[in-house]
């Protein structure tokens, strides 16, 4: 399906995550370890948040560079991600699901302030497209872009009051996904880790219908990691709340990754860190 990586904390280079480790997404673009497939070669993006201050900031909302070709190859992509330092971007590279490789079907997606990326799909979604598009609220329908399941996600939570309260927004979102599939005799409707921001805060979820959710993982508190590795001279470059969110760990370091519980959510953001059952709800 896809990889993606949510990184907030001390700004640094995007190049420092998609490039540098051991597996960093670039190399998980060709040898992905815990995806359904091994290559992600159908696109990519990269979108972030200027710092405070910055003269480039568009009033709070992020920026994003999207292309259709492999990752591993895109020479704009190495370039950029070593000019722009940012404390939280999203990086996405694509493995389709069955929907065109087109710009506008690469990951993250924006509206306003907020930014969304998606691994999984929506079980037939070719026979569910046109009544959960019919579910999204006109006023944002002109602001779909794209043909795939992972926007149309967005914009239904965006429907169900992503802005206000983006943990029952999500949850009312797959309930209504699961509710739709029921009705079309469809089981097992759902498959997704989702991050989504909007710009201070990400939140990042993990879920399936089956229980047999995509793998996620989040990086172990700085401070831990400091103690078991006194040596690593990187973890005394970073803040203490810097973290990052992954489909699949960066490296090897002992201690450095931790999974997300099935069915969960869990919070990025200023102060203390949360994770907490995710439960879907009727919309």
Known sequence: MCRWLAYSGTPILPMELLYKPEHSLIDQSRHARMGVETTNGDGFGLGWYAEPGDPDQWDGQPALFRGTSPAWSDVNLRELSGRIHTGLFFAHIRASTGSPVQQTNCHPFRHGRWMWMHNGAIAHFAELHRELLLAVDPSLYPSIQGSTDSELMFYLSLTLGLEHDPVHAVERMIGLVEQTADKHGIPDAMQMTVATSDGVRTWGFRYSTSRRSRSLFYSTDVNTLRRLHPDFAELREVSEDTRIVVSEPLGPLSG????????????????????????????
């Open 256 to 283: 450095a990754w931790q999974a997300v519980p099935e069915s969960s959510y869990g919070v990025v953001q200023p102060g203390d860190d949360e994770i907490h059952p995710l439960v879907p709800r009727a919309a």
